[in-house]
């Protein structure tokens, strides 16, 4: 629908209907394969409003995405997505390197190799598809970056962003009742309407986002130390992705160049 509506509406946005693109990172990129895989399902084409104006993005970027509720998904995501005991054939469904079509909208993949929260094997596998149905990729492993690598170490132009998050936040939280207030529980809890902005900066960034994180995301702490041993032995580590290579700063420099390509329609 927001597709739709942007489409929809090009004209008084002043944007460009054929040039519509999306970001998505971890969860986020999830959403975004969504979108680029799943479009087209006959249940969302069902729209009064928006009748005939299409829901297909022109490019989709995928960062650190969540792809496959297989062997190499992040533990318990399609629990939160799906619900515990989801049927195999739902789990297939949102797997979205099984879904890609020959009319799949083009990505570019970005995924560290140390990630173990949802292993690099999610982009390879989306990066495969794509070349077997001919859909243009572009796929980019960055040695020994965990998950999260873009919200390190940010030139000060990119840190603008999570300002503005902060901000819009802090309006939609004093603009609600207390109820609704109320209805976040445990999430909220160190937080109140009314404080002071930089207090509510503080919390949101030392507590609020650690909630976020691990919402409902339980994984097995063996497990993961022996998934950090394997990749840090064949990936690199930390040190190297930080202090070594140059592409993890300038990742968005290769996204803004491939975006550019895709909207000249080359």
């Not at 140390?114 to 990066?127: E, G, I, R, S, T």
């Not at 000060?156 to 819009?168: G, R």
């Not at 209805?183 to 937080?191: D, N, R």
């Amino acid at each position: 629908r927001a597709v739709r509506t942007i489409r929809g509406t090009c004209k008084e946005l002043h944007v460009d209907p054929e040039r519509i693109f999306a970001i998505g990172f971890s969860g986020g990129g999830h959403m975004v394969a969504s979108l680029a895989t799943l479009y087209d399902l006959p249940e969302l084409q069902d729209d009064e409003t928006y009748k005939g104006v299409s829901n297909r993005l022109d490019a989709a970027v995928l960062v650190y995405a969540l792809v496959t509720g297989g062997k190499y998904t992040c533990p318990g995501a399609y629990d939160r997505l799906l619900g515990e005991g989801a049927p195999e054939e739902e789990i297939r469904k949102h797997s979205l390197e099984l879904q890609v079509t020959e009319n799949s909208v083009p990505m570019y993949l970005m995924h560290g190799t140390a990630d173990v929260m949802c292993p690099a094997d999610n982009a390879l596998m989306m990066a495969k598809a794509c070349m077997e149905k001919n859909v243009p990729c572009e796929l980019h492993l960055y040695l020994g970056c965990f998950h999260g690598f873009t919200c390190a170490n940010l030139a000060p132009e990119f840190t603008e962003s999570s300002k503005y998050v902060f901000e819009q936040l802090y309006e939609t939280i004093e603009a609600m009742d207390a109820e609704e207030f109320a209805g976040y529980g445990k999430l909220f809890s160190e937080l109140r309407q009314g404080m002071d902005y930089e207090d509510f900066v503080k919390v949101v960034q030392e507590v609020t986002m650690g909630k976020l994180w691990g919402l409902g995301l339980p994984m097995d702490p063996e497990k993961v130390q022996k998934a950090k041993e394997s990749m840090m032995a064949t990936a690199g580590n930390l040190s190297y992705a930080v202090n070594q290579n140059p592409n993890v700063g300038e990742w968005w420099t290769g996204v803004d160049r491939w975006i550019r390509m895709v909207a000249r329609k080359v």
